[in-house]
């Protein structure tokens, strides 16, 4: 028998577990009480176990010390074949004191036992002082898997479930629970969340902008979408000014953690002081307040969402808008339905692989990233160092599903000869103050004491360091600290306007990692010119996100050589403060990558290795390649997963009784989008009878409430509102296509037909079994999410109206003329009136003439990268236009521009939509002069514009909508 002693906290002792998981077979898990913050240390590891093997948890209500929602997360388990169990302490009056964990695995004779004194809790488990025993012996675990039996045979030991839970929910009381009291959770440790309040003077450039868009958007139907803010731009305090703009009676503002809650209940109390407000997390459910600062933790839970009707909030925020993807944010977006739905986030918007715009309703109604922010001043300059890490060699670390291996990664990071280098780099590119990122506690403890050593004032800051957060700070600001090293604690949430330096000494797996380690320190400050990044990338393809998150792509091969291609020939879109230099052995590292071609399969098992799952159709489709590459081995996208052996039994069940019905789906024809609209709005009805008038209705606001989905109607019914004899024929037209397409086409081909109409009444053709309704419903949803995600949206050109040059140009605001047209319109002569001056740039200054010419083009994704500028009406007076990324205010072209009235020279304005449509350029819509309002930002510049003849009717739904 070989026993050793797990000390906790230099040893964690979740990471020993989750290292066990992974070698065995068969766990059995047996203590007192579960904490769900030490559950969420082990669950992900728990739940994948459960899918393939045997996996046994008994816990107790001893002491009243277990918390009810960390036994709903194990109820989640039982679902994929765990057994969990209850041992009824208060009804034996029996104490239930184990604290006890076994591993094995019969094929390779893997066998360990820990019995000591920790329970499932983060401080158990990372803090408190505990003593476990790890025992290595066969015989052992047999002998303690036996004794199991006899606990749960006990007459007062039972099965989990949700009754079970409700009522010992009732016993418990969470401000009693002195145990917990004591358990510091993770989620709420102020040692690692800090929310610097600043004080608010007025809105910045980008909260003014969004504000005039979500207004206007409002204005035309827009009742739900997404706002896209780097950090430090002010997303919260814009929610609020908004929502003093909106005066809802009843506001929700959704978030994870406490202390965001906190700050952002101070900041909307700041401008709407007369509102009650309330909290709505743990045991604090204040839900008569006006507006409600609830925790998802909370609130997404079923029977907590159920005590609010669904229209009872006006106004519903939901920040960190980027977890939507998880079950609790979906079950909360798709629960309430508010008069207005406002999306926040920080973070690129398919960081999860997860299209989050689909949940308000694929409206991206305002978006600015970290380079948009350092554009316009807001946030410091950066220069960044992409240092080959060439001590490492990342590909002999072992990789487990989606990141390294903690232990092996931080026995190879922990090298004199890679602590050298590293120190090298730091003292030929540092500047005053560093915080560098490391992969772990030791790795931390590590580094700092090799530069100690080198004479540099150096500081590990974590969890279980001497050295305090805020008093590491201050001694960072005022100098007495050249360096702090750290895990976690600064990725989120605290300011550091004093660090000018920033070293990332790990790989980070997760792209908003990254991008929250690199912001760390581009708050600006007085004195404080720019930041310097040093980041070490090795030769594993988990470095290739860094750059596809900094420059915002999705990380394919194409797309990576396009990125080397520009970080080669100096033509990255950068602010002109800015840099971005990569080592030449990075590059190389790089440009392999963008060579090499995998085929789907091994793209398909690598996204299911590192995600834990397997890929949605529309996951596919944007993140892989092309279901019709998986038709041709499978026959459909299903048939392929159920090939994989990703589809469930219910789900395999389903297919094989209703294929047909979904290779329909999924192949069908669409020359619009409208049979899918129909369709989500039948399924939102549970798939029950629809009156086609209700569904004639529903599809139109729909349309009306998606911004890119709004292109796809005919002109005549682009109105906010229809009256009785538009509708009558929106009503017609929506029955020829897309309800009888939907049955007519498969009649005619002599198909089955899967829908019917009768009696006003549009249903399904065929029964679905009531056991398996949920299911089929559930591959119903994936499919049409697929299809939206795979369409390609046709836009309806009506609005184009050409225009006579023979007539005065004042008389021919809003009509559609090229380029070359111009000279003719405005009776220009001689050298200015050369057609070449009009086709080079969007900014045109004709020479010798009272006259110059602006020419956008609103949608610009066919466009190069670095001509897509950021140019949009604000409202149907007010618009905003960027200038060549070389412009700055001081030029003759931004003068031009900013003294236009004093020097008599007109600005005319001239929009369209898009710069082609199937290879055919598209014309200019002249929306007369423009009158220059402010201007900011350098390399480019970002000009106001009031237009002096407001955008028409017709022009406001087409051009306000992008």
Same mark, same amino acid.
């Given at each position: 028998?070989?026993?050793?002693?797990?000390?906790?906290?230099?040893?964690?002792?979740?990471?020993?577990?989750?290292?066990?998981?992974?070698?065995?077979?068969?766990?059995?898990?047996?203590?007192?009480?579960?904490?769900?913050?030490?559950?969420?240390?082990?669950?992900?590891?728990?739940?994948?176990?459960?899918?393939?093997?045997?996996? !046994? =948890?008994?816990?107790?209500?001893?002491?009243?010390?277990?918390?009810?929602?960390?036994?709903?997360?194990?109820?989640?388990?039982?679902?994929?074949?765990?057994?969990?169990?209850?041992?009824?302490?208060?009804?034996?009056?029996?104490?239930?004191?184990?604290?006890?964990?076994?591993?094995?695995?019969?094929? !390779?004779?893997?066998?360990?036992?820990?019995?000591?004194?920790?329970?499932?809790?983060?401080?158990?488990?990372?803090?408190?002082?505990?003593?476990? =025993?790890?025992?290595?012996?066969?015989?052992?675990?047999?002998?303690?898997?036996?004794?199991?039996?006899?606990?749960?045979?006990?007459?007062?030991?039972?099965?989990?479930?949700?009754?079970?839970?409700?009522?010992?929910?009732?016993?418990?009381?969470?401000?009693?629970?002195?145990?917990?009291?004591?358990?510091?959770?993770?989620?709420?440790?102020?040692?690692?969340?800090?929310?610097?309040?600043?004080?608010?003077?007025?809105?910045?450039?980008?909260?003014?902008?969004?504000?005039?868009?979500?207004?206007?958007?409002?204005?035309?139907?827009?009742?739900?979408?997404?706002?896209?803010?780097?950090?430090?731009?002010?997303?919260?305090?814009?929610?609020?000014?908004?929502?003093?703009?909106?005066?809802?009676?009843?506001?929700?503002?959704?978030?994870?953690?406490?202390?965001?809650?906190?700050?952002?209940?101070?900041?909307?109390?700041?401008?709407?002081?007369?509102?009650?407000?309330?909290?709505?997390?743990?045991? !604090?459910?204040?839900?008569?307040?006006?507006?409600?600062?609830?925790?998802?933790?909370?609130?997404?839970?079923?029977?907590?969402?159920?005590?609010?009707?669904?229209?009872?909030?006006?106004?519903?925020?939901?920040?960190?808008?980027?977890?939507?993807?998880?079950?609790?944010?979906?079950?909360?977006?798709?629960?309430?339905?508010?008069?207005?739905?406002?999306?926040?986030?920080?973070?690129?918007?398919?960081?999860?692989?997860?299209?989050?715009?689909?949940?308000?309703?694929?409206?991206?109604?305002?978006?600015?990233?970290?380079?948009?922010?350092?554009?316009?001043?807001?946030?410091?300059?950066?220069?960044?160092?992409?240092?080959?890490?060439?001590?490492?060699?990342?590909?002999?670390?072992?990789?487990?599903?989606?990141?390294?291996?903690? =232990?092996?990664?931080?026995?190879?990071?922990?090298?004199?000869?890679?602590?050298?280098?590293?120190?090298?780099?730091?003292?030929?590119?540092?500047?005053?103050?560093?915080?560098?990122?490391?992969?772990?506690?030791?790795?931390?403890?590590?580094?700092?004491?090799?530069?100690?050593?080198?004479?540099?004032?150096?500081?590990?800051?974590?969890?279980?360091?001497?050295?305090?957060?805020?008093?590491?700070?201050?001694?960072?600001?005022?100098?007495?600290?050249?360096?702090?090293?750290?895990?976690?604690?600064?990725?989120?949430?605290?300011?550091?306007?004093?660090?000018?330096?920033?070293?990332?000494?790990?790989? !980070?797996?997760?792209?908003?990692?990254?991008?929250?380690?690199?912001?760390?320190?581009?708050?600006?400050?007085?004195?404080?010119?720019?930041?310097?990044?040093?980041?070490?990338?090795?030769?594993?393809?988990?470095?290739?996100?860094?750059?596809?998150?900094?420059?915002?792509?999705?990380?394919?091969?194409?797309?990576?050589?396009?990125?080397?291609?520009?970080?080669?020939?100096?033509?990255?879109?950068?602010?002109?403060?800015?840099?971005?230099?990569?080592?030449?052995?990075?590059?190389?590292?790089?440009?392999?990558?963008?060579?090499?071609?995998?085929?789907?399969?091994?793209?398909?098992?690598?996204?299911?290795?590192?995600?834990?799952?397997?890929?949605?159709?529309?996951?596919?489709?944007?993140?892989?390649?092309?279901?019709?590459?998986?038709?041709?081995?499978?026959?459909?996208?299903?048939?392929?997963?159920?090939?994989?052996?990703?589809?469930?039994?219910?789900?395999?069940?389903?297919?094989?009784?209703?294929?047909?019905?979904?290779?329909?789906?999924?192949?069908?024809?669409?020359?619009?989008?409208?049979?899918?609209?129909?369709?989500?709005?039948?399924?939102?009805?549970?798939?029950?009878?629809?009156?086609?008038?209700?569904?004639?209705?529903?599809?139109?606001?729909?349309?009306?409430?998606?911004?890119?989905?709004?292109?796809?109607?005919?002109?005549?019914?682009?109105?906010?509102?229809?009256?009785?004899?538009?509708?009558?024929?929106?009503?017609?037209?929506?029955?020829?296509?897309?309800?009888?397409?939907?049955?007519?086409?498969?009649?005619?081909?002599?198909?089955?037909?899967?829908?019917?109409?009768?009696?006003?009444?549009?249903?399904?053709?065929?029964?679905?079994?009531?056991?398996?309704?949920?299911?089929?419903?559930? +591959?119903?949803?994936?499919?049409?999410?697929?299809?939206?995600?795979?369409?390609?949206?046709?836009?309806?050109?009506?609005? =184009?109206?050409?225009?006579?040059?023979?007539?005065?140009?004042?008389?021919?605001?809003?009509?559609?003329?090229?380029?070359?047209?111009?000279?003719?319109?405005?009776?220009?002569?001689?050298?200015?009136?050369?057609?070449?001056?009009?086709?080079?740039?969007?900014?045109?200054?004709?020479?010798?003439?009272?006259?110059?010419?602006?020419?956008?083009?609103?949608?610009?994704?066919?466009?190069?990268?670095?001509?897509?500028?950021?140019?949009?009406?604000?409202?149907?007076?007010?618009?905003?236009?960027?200038?060549?990324?070389?412009?700055?205010?001081?030029?003759?072209?931004?003068?031009?521009?900013?003294?236009?009235?004093?020097?008599?020279?007109?600005?005319? +304005?001239?929009?369209?939509?898009?710069?082609?449509?199937?290879?055919?350029?598209?014309?200019?819509?002249?929306?007369?002069?423009?009158?220059?309002?402010?201007?900011?930002?350098?390399?480019?510049?970002?000009?106001?514009?009031?237009?002096?003849?407001?955008?028409?009717?017709?022009?406001?739904?087409?051009?306000?909508?992008?």
């Amino acid at each position: 028998m070989v026993s050793k002693l797990i000390d906790i906290p230099n040893n964690q002792l979740e990471e020993i577990i989750n290292n066990y998981i992974d070698q065995s077979d068969e766990v059995v898990i047996m203590v007192s009480f579960v904490f769900e913050g030490g559950l969420n240390l082990i669950f992900d590891k728990l739940k994948k176990f459960s899918t393939k093997h045997k996996l !046994t =948890v008994v816990t107790s209500n001893y002491l009243k010390s277990t918390e009810p929602n960390a036994l709903r997360k194990l109820l989640e388990l039982t679902s994929l074949g765990a057994k969990i169990y209850l041992f009824d302490s208060l009804e034996s009056n029996q104490n239930f004191h184990i604290k006890s964990y076994s591993f094995s695995n019969a094929s !390779t004779n893997f066998s360990r036992c820990i019995i000591g004194s920790s329970n499932i809790s983060f401080c158990a488990f990372k803090k408190s002082y505990e003593f476990n =025993v790890e025992i290595e012996d066969k015989d052992f675990v047999n002998d303690f898997n036996k004794k199991l039996l006899d606990i749960l045979s006990h007459p007062f030991t039972s099965e989990l479930s949700a009754e079970i839970i409700e009522q010992y929910e009732e016993l418990y009381n969470e401000k009693n629970n002195f145990i917990l009291q004591s358990e510091e959770n993770p989620n709420e440790d102020t040692s690692k969340v800090h929310i610097e309040v600043i004080p608010y003077k007025e809105p910045n450039i980008v909260q003014k902008d969004a504000l005039e868009i979500l207004n206007s958007d409002r204005e035309l139907g827009i009742n739900k979408g997404l706002v896209v803010m780097a950090t430090g731009l002010g997303k919260t305090i814009l929610a609020a000014l908004d929502a003093a703009s909106f005066k809802p009676n009843r506001l929700l503002f959704v978030a994870h953690r406490e202390e965001i809650l906190k700050q952002s209940l101070n900041s909307f109390r700041m401008f709407m002081p007369s509102k009650s407000y309330g909290y709505y997390q743990g045991n !604090t459910k204040e839900a008569d307040s006006d507006f409600i600062f609830a925790s998802i933790q909370t609130l997404g839970r079923k029977n907590q969402l159920e005590k609010f009707d669904k229209k009872h909030f006006d106004y519903i925020i939901v920040d960190e808008f980027h977890h939507v993807g998880a079950r609790s944010y979906k079950k909360l977006v798709e629960y309430f339905d508010p008069t207005f739905f406002l999306g926040l986030t920080a973070t690129p918007n398919r960081t999860d692989n997860i299209d989050i715009l689909q949940f308000c309703g694929n409206n991206l109604l305002y978006k600015k990233d970290l380079i948009d922010g350092v554009k316009l001043n807001l946030l410091s300059s950066f220069d960044y160092r992409g240092i080959q890490d060439k001590y490492v060699d990342y590909t002999k670390i072992t990789w487990r599903g989606n990141k390294f291996d903690g =232990v092996d990664l931080t026995n190879n990071l922990n090298t004199l000869k890679r602590a050298k280098y590293v120190f090298e780099n730091w003292v030929k590119h540092k500047q005053t103050r560093t915080l560098a990122f490391c992969a772990s506690i030791k790795h931390c403890d590590f580094m700092a004491d090799y530069f100690s050593k080198k004479g540099i004032n150096a500081v590990s800051v974590h969890s279980n360091s001497t050295v305090k957060r805020d008093i590491a700070l201050k001694n960072l600001s005022t100098n007495e600290i050249d360096i702090l090293f750290s895990v976690d604690l600064f990725n989120e949430g605290v300011d550091l306007p004093v660090v000018d330096t920033i070293m990332m000494l790990r790989p !980070t797996e997760s792209k908003i990692i990254f991008i929250q380690q690199f912001g760390r320190g581009l708050r600006k400050a007085k004195g404080k010119e720019l930041v310097k990044i040093i980041d070490f990338i090795g030769n594993h393809k988990t470095f290739l996100e860094k750059p596809a998150a900094l420059f915002d792509f999705e990380l394919t091969a194409n797309s990576m050589k396009e990125f080397i291609e520009k970080h080669n020939s100096e033509k990255l879109d950068l602010p002109a403060s800015c840099r971005v230099l990569y080592d030449a052995e990075v590059i190389d590292f790089f440009n392999e990558y963008s060579r090499k071609r995998q085929d789907f399969l091994s793209l398909y098992m690598e996204y299911k290795s590192a995600k834990e799952a397997r890929p949605t159709a529309s996951q596919f489709y944007q993140f892989i390649g092309k279901l019709s590459n998986v038709r041709v081995g499978y026959g459909s996208w299903f048939e392929f997963v159920d090939k994989m052996g990703d589809l469930s039994k219910l789900e395999s069940e389903c297919l094989k009784k209703y294929k047909m019905f979904f290779i329909y789906l999924e192949t069908t024809k669409m020359t619009k989008c409208f049979k899918m609209i129909t369709l989500d709005i039948f399924v939102k009805n549970n798939l029950d009878k629809i009156g086609i008038e209700e569904l004639c209705k529903k599809s139109f606001e729909y349309l009306r409430q998606t911004t890119n989905l709004w292109n796809e109607t005919a002109s005549e019914f682009k109105k906010d509102l229809l009256n009785e004899n538009e509708f009558k024929k929106w009503y017609k037209y929506w029955v020829g296509n897309p309800i009888e397409a939907l049955i007519k086409i498969n009649k005619q081909k002599k198909e089955p037909v899967f829908f019917a109409t009768k009696s006003d009444l549009f249903y399904l053709n065929f029964e679905v079994e009531e056991s398996l309704k949920s299911t089929f419903i559930d +591959l119903l949803k994936e499919l049409i999410e697929y299809r939206f995600a795979a369409y390609k949206i046709s836009f309806d050109l009506s609005y =184009v109206e050409r225009g006579d040059i023979k007539q005065a140009a004042k008389t021919q605001i809003h009509k559609a003329f090229n380029k070359t047209d111009i000279p003719l319109l405005f009776k220009i002569t001689g050298e200015a009136a050369k057609p070449g001056i009009y086709k080079m740039f969007g900014h045109v200054r004709p020479p010798g003439i009272s006259h110059q010419f602006i020419f956008v083009t609103l949608i610009k994704s066919t466009m190069a990268k670095e001509h897509r500028y950021h140019d949009y009406f604000k409202s149907d007076k007010h618009f905003h236009w960027q200038s060549r990324n070389t412009t700055t205010q001081n030029s003759p072209t931004a003068l031009d521009v900013i003294n236009h009235e004093e020097n008599k020279k007109d600005i005319h +304005l001239f929009v369209r939509k898009m710069d082609q449509i199937e290879g055919r350029a598209l014309p200019f819509t002249y929306c007369g002069k423009v009158k220059f309002i402010n201007v900011s930002g350098n390399g480019p510049i970002n000009v106001n514009f009031d237009l002096e003849t407001p955008l028409s009717d017709r022009l406001k739904q087409e051009f306000l909508r992008i």
